[in-house]
């Protein structure tokens, strides 16, 4: 189905900066403020067969143009203590439409895709059993957007540091 894929297929380019510095609140409570931001340029066309993330149905072939995408955000965390953190991330997204140039069932298919935007906050609660393991647990969801679809996605990741 359509909308079990995920990304473009194609190869892309990605640039990106992060800044980031850490400050000490009152209490002694560290604050870490993250600015990030990535560029995301596809390299090349799209083979399409049937079914794709596209929208394109049984027995079409033919081939997608990816567009441009980018997304800028900004990302604090707080500390509780030695072992909790507080986090939440401001991610704002940018991506232009696709082209899709094709046939299907006989017919000439040209048709090209809007370009989109969300805004997705990401809360999120850190705990560190000591300096070099951690687990961090939240959930990123869509709080506004145009030409996108709205989401609720789990985050969960183990950090191990050797």
Known sequence: R???????GAYTAKEGLLL?????TWGDHP???????????PLAKVSVQDASVYGTGQ?????ATPGFAAQLG????????QRWVLALDLVDS???????????????VHTSAASSTS?????????NWSDSVGLI???????????????????IALSLVF
């Open 137 to 155: 647990v939240g959930v990123e969801f869509s709080a506004a957007g145009r030409n996108t679809a709205s989401f609720i996605a789990p985050q």
């Open 119 to 127: 805004l997705a906050l990401a809360p999120a609660i850190e705990y």
């Open 74 to 81: 900004l990302g604090i965390e707080y500390g509780l203590d």
């Open 31 to 41: 604050m870490r403020l993250r600015l990030f931001g990535a560029a995301f340029e």
């Open 20 to 24: 980031q510095s850490l400050f000490d």
């Open 2 to 8: 359509s909308l079990n894929g995920l990304g473009s």
């Open 59 to 63: 027995g079409f072939q033919g081939q």
């Open 94 to 108: 940018y991506a232009d439409g696709f082209r899709l140039d094709g046939t299907s069932s006989g017919n000439i």
